[in-house]
């Protein structure tokens, strides 16, 4: 059995782990003392240099209310230059004894807390409830894109992330097309982020060395103006597809549907005869606004749709044109429908920013006005179909009496079981993810404008 550290009973020195281990001897006299040999499965190569720390924690632009995660923490080269200096500091260290050596040294600092936990699997999403939200690392570089796939699949929390990657891969991410490093990575990623190479560095500020170069990179959303919306699930696939062979014609790769390649090539002016390395990060992304099968793809609400109108008792008074109804807050008829997966996680549904109401906020997994005529448990069905692609059985939860908070709308609530995954209309919904109900109660508690209106009624109705 491994020693282990008593909790709460600080045998370290904080002035010394402040100072920092600053030689190739400061760092193996407390790696002795923790009893880790440096392992090259988990990339334990440590930063030696101080200014060279310093310089990559101040391209995180840290302000006073920050949160900040750290991935891989290791003996804190990186981690000393953060504390004091936000409102709170998640170091999530995978070596046992490195984490418990932190978890003991830093006990009296009040804004860290310490988790034993193999990044890959760490769950960023209870963060949505801070305001700004950012990342740092010197990577281990066996799993470093795992890491950073995880933690910035989108839609994330992460307001900006900084990394130390081996070069290679810092090359993949910054890559441009008709070069070798150009591929699934970097479509993937610039498609959702704005990614910097910001410095090189040989093996010289490490010990031990590692045997491969480095670089620093950042990681910016993108934000909804970049680039026009379009359907996550279809680009990766496109993407995957297109580079599995990179040399060979995309028409004979590609996953076309009923889509005519031909036409695709003429409405995209490219070249018949494209590879997948040729095409631009907006190129893919217009030919998976293009090969998308979604029939609701391109079909954002028209002011001119008509609702039924009705009185206090929800009985029908007559049809109205929908920009009518809004704009008058006139009495009409909506379902909510609650997806949860077998683990009792919520779907949520970030809503679009093309929409007309609430854009680009969080929302029940599937929800919609009632058409003409319409009955509710079929406008639920009809709307879990068009919003997530799925259909299933639906269960009546509660009914819910029209307020300004519900917009007017007489809503019914339904529920299912589904685990996903789901085919999202771009028009309607940018992105989407289970969440425990828990981290959903406090999210909605920390960041209400984070929500729909609608959902937050159907919210408090449905856990009365
Ligand atoms: N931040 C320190 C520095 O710059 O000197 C250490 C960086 S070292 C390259 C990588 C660190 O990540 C090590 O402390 C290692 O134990 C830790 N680590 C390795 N795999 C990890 C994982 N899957 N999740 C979290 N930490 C991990």
């Not at 909790?7 to 003392?33: A, H, M, P, W």
């Not at 076309?256 to 907006?282: H, P, Y």
């Not at 206090?312 to 997806?339: I, P, S, T, Y």
Request: proline letters at 5%.
């Amino acid at each position: 059995m491994e020693p282990s550290l008593p909790k709460n009973e600080s045998v370290y020195d904080l002035q010394e782990f402040l100072s920092g281990f600053n030689s190739d001897s400061e760092v193996i006299k407390i790696l002795n003392l923790l009893g880790v040999r440096p392992s090259k499965g988990l990339g334990q190569n440590f930063l030696i240099d101080a200014s060279v720390s310093e310089s990559i924690v101040a391209t995180l632009n840290i302000e006073p209310d920050d949160v900040v995660v750290e991935i891989g923490p290791g003996l804190g080269a990186l981690t000393r230059h953060l504390i004091g200096k936000v409102k709170k500091l998640v170091l999530v260290e995978y070596d046992r004894r490195i984490y418990e050596y932190l978890r003991d040294v830093l006990s009296e600092v009040d804004e860290v807390e310490v988790i034993h936990q193999d990044a890959v699997n760490f769950d960023i999403r209870p963060f949505y409830v801070e305001d700004s939200v950012k990342i740092i690392g010197n990577l281990p570089y066996s799993c470093g894109t795992e890491i950073i796939r995880n933690l910035l699949t989108f839609p994330s929390p992460v307001d900006l992330a900084v990394f130390m990657l081996q070069k290679e891969v810092v090359n993949r991410f910054c890559a441009v097309p008709r070069t070798k490093s150009y591929g699934v990575l970097t479509v993937m990623t610039s498609a959702f982020w704005n990614v910097e190479r910001l410095q090189d560095l040989t093996y010289e500020p490490f010990t031990p060395k590692p045997a491969v170069d480095s670089s620093v990179i950042r990681f910016i959303p993108c934000g909804p103006d970049k680039f026009p919306p379009f359907n996550q699930r279809v680009l990766k696939r496109i993407v995957k597809c297109g580079f599995h062979e990179r040399r060979k014609q995309l028409k004979r790769r590609l996953p076309l549907g009923f889509t005519d390649w031909g036409q695709i090539c003429k409405e995209m002016n490219i070249q018949e005869t494209a590879r997948a390395e040729e095409l631009s990060v907006d190129e893919w992304i217009n030919m998976a606004r293009i090969i998308d099968d979604n029939p609701l793809k391109d079909n954002p609400q028209k002011g001119t749709e008509l609702f039924d109108v009705v009185d206090e008792n929800d009985q029908v008074l007559g049809q109205k044109e929908r920009a009518h109804v809004h704009a008058e807050g006139l009495l009409h008829r909506a379902v909510h429908v609650f997806v949860f997966n077998k683990s009792g996680d919520l779907y949520l549904q970030k809503r679009s920013m093309l929409k007309d109401s609430s854009p680009g906020l969080w929302e029940s997994s599937a929800s919609g006005h009632l058409d003409v005529n319409e009955e509710y448990h079929s406008a639920a069905v009809r709307e879990l179909a068009e919003e997530l692609g799925i259909s299933g059985e639906i269960k009546l939860n509660c009914s819910i009496e029209p307020s300004e908070r519900t917009g007017w709308e007489f809503v019914r609530l339904y529920s299912c079981e589904h685990n996903g995954p789901f085919n999202l209309p771009y028009s309607e919904i940018e992105g989407g993810g289970f969440f425990r109900t828990s981290m959903i109660q406090t999210w909605l508690k920390e960041r209400p404008e984070d929500f729909a209106s609608g959902f937050v009624e159907c919210w408090n109705n449905y856990f009365e």
